[in-house]
């Protein structure tokens, strides 16, 4: 069982940059491929970007690919999602999800676990 808390949201003006935060519990989460989604009002929620379990490898859609860097510290039992360049069509509610599927996956149907989200809104 895995418990995951998010954090680092907010309000940030186009270009600017935010960092989100996820802290887990549970002893086995190095053993869980981690990923963030994100769900914008009126819309489904989206697949983000992924890390594997060991951080080695990483997955990001299409749409914050070369903006967004998800990195893991298993020591701490966090992953983190480095946003950059940010675009008002990135507000959103923001999810950490884990799964022990291993390897990456971007759907959210495969992720067993759920944090409540951080809202992250970008002003133009």
């Known amino acids: 069982q895995v418990q995951l808390v998010e954090s680092g949201g907010g309000l940030v003006q186009a270009g600017g940059s935010l960092r989100l935060s996820c802290a887990a519990s549970?002893?086995?989460?190095?053993?869980?491929?981690m990923g963030w989604f994100r769900q914008a009002p009126g819309k489904e929620r989206e697949f983000v970007a992924a890390?594997?379990?060991?951080?080695?490898?990483?997955y990001y859609a299409d749409s914050v690919k070369g903006r967004f860097t998800i990195s893991r510290d298993n020591a701490k039992s966090a992953v983190y999602l480095q946003m950059n360049s940010l675009k008002p069509e990135d507000t959103a509610v923001y999810y950490c999800?884990?799964?022990?599927?291993?390897?990456?996956?971007?759907?959210?149907?495969?992720?067993?676990?759920w944090g409540q989200g951080t809202q992250v809104t970008v002003s133009s």
């Open positions: 890390t594997s379990w060991s951080g080695g490898r990483t």
């Open positions: 999800a884990g799964t022990r599927i291993q390897g990456v996956t971007t759907s959210s149907l495969e992720y067993d676990y």
């Open positions: 549970g002893r086995t989460f190095s053993r869980y491929t």
